[in-house]
Nanobody, 112 residues
């Protein structure tokens, strides 16, 4: 059984930075595509960034140039580096392996 555990969320002022981690454990042989999603109060969950098995990345227009997704395959961990944070980045951030597995989420709150 695969488990995904996010960490690194918190409260930060606008303009600040956070780095989220998603540790993957369980019955896995390799990490393929991974994605970061977020859900703000009253809104649908939306894609923030994804990274394919080959390393190619995709970003939502709202975060491109500010966020960076990366992976450390040796540690089975995917990261989301978030810079120049804005209040509209507030939400619960989730990672997924696109195989039906999701983490429990980590809260990110950006104050103005």
């Amino acid at each position: 059984q695969v488990q995904l555990v996010e960490s690194g969320g918190g409260l930060v002022q606008a303009g600040g930075s956070l780095r989220l981690s998603c540790a993957v454990s369980g019955s896995i042989t390799s990490i393929n595509a991974m994605g970061w999603y977020r859900q703000a109060p009253g809104k649908q969950r939306e894609l923030v960034a994804s990274i394919a098995g080959g390393g190619s990345t995709k970003y939502a227009d709202s975060v491109r140039g500010r966020f960076t997704v990366s992976r450390d395959s040796a540690k089975n961990t995917v990261y989301l580096e978030m810079n120049s944070l804005k209040p509209e980045d507030t939400g619960v951030y989730y990672c997924t392996d696109y195989r039906g597995n999701w983490g429990q989420g980590t809260q990110v709150t950006v104050s103005s």
